[in-house]
């Protein structure tokens, strides 16, 4: 819809003398319209007032504005945007009150729509700390389940050690088995070499014995 105007009245417009910022200075020879207008696009009130042509005000209003009462007709209020101070003078109080009402209004609609505009800001802010949380949790879960397949892998190689281990002891076992039989084995092997070795002898003595038999035989005969 854009600017739309809400209300108008007729007052004689005023301007603080730059010089002084005591006086005011006239900017009409006579009374003119002034009216308030709200863009509900932007949210935002301001307020109009031509003298023919000529735009003799032009103010947005502002959270930090306030329209001051100075007496029963008369009311103003500092534009810092323009930089300047605007008066107005009306013909009657309730005009007065009028305007002042509806800048009252309109500060709070304005501090509103700002306040809106910090919270809707705010929202942002947190939900972008959300996404940026939501994005640490799954990284820290992707970690925690790295974590647990390095602990899977781990517990898998401390069993495949424990059984390496196990089997290095059957292993060491049977080793020492064979060789207690091998240590057994030449020890017998020993003894047989000795027992032969005295059979040798024994053998060697009875050789021995024979031929002296046999030669003392050879001499018998030949004597008789």
């Known amino acids: 819809m854009g600017e739309q105007p809400i209300f108008s009245t007729r007052a004689h417009v005023f301007q603080i003398d730059p010089n002084t910022k005591k006086n005011w200075v006239p900017t ?93 800001q705010t929202v942002q802010e947190l939900e972008e700390t959300l996404k940026g949380k939501e994005e640490e949790i799954e990284r820290l879960k992707q970690e925690i389940d790295n974590a647990r397949e390095l602990q899977e892998q781990r517990d898998s190689l401390t069993q495949k050690l424990q059984e390496v281990e196990i089997r290095n002891k059957d292993l060491e076992g049977q080793l020492s088995d064979l060789e207690q039989r091998l240590e057994k084995s030449q020890s017998e092997q020993e003894a047989f070499r000795n027992n032969l070795k005295t059979l040798l002898e024994i053998l060697d003595g009875k050789i021995f014995e024979l031929t002296e038999l046999r030669d003392n035989l050879a001499k018998l005969l030949e004597c008789s």
């Open 28 to 120: 009409s020879k006579h009374a003119v319209t002034v009216s308030y207008f709200y863009d509900s696009t932007r949210n935002v009130y301001r307020i109009i007032s031509l003298d023919g042509s000529k735009a003799i005000i032009n103010s947005t209003i502002t959270p930090n504005m306030t329209f001051t009462k100075t007496s029963q007709k008369f009311g103003q209020w500092a534009d810092s945007r323009a930089n300047t101070v605007y008066g107005l003078g009306f013909s009657s109080e309730h005009h007065l009150s009028k305007v002042t009402e509806l800048e009252c209004v309109s500060s709070q609609a304005n501090a509103v729509h700002t306040h809106k505009a910090e919270l809707n």
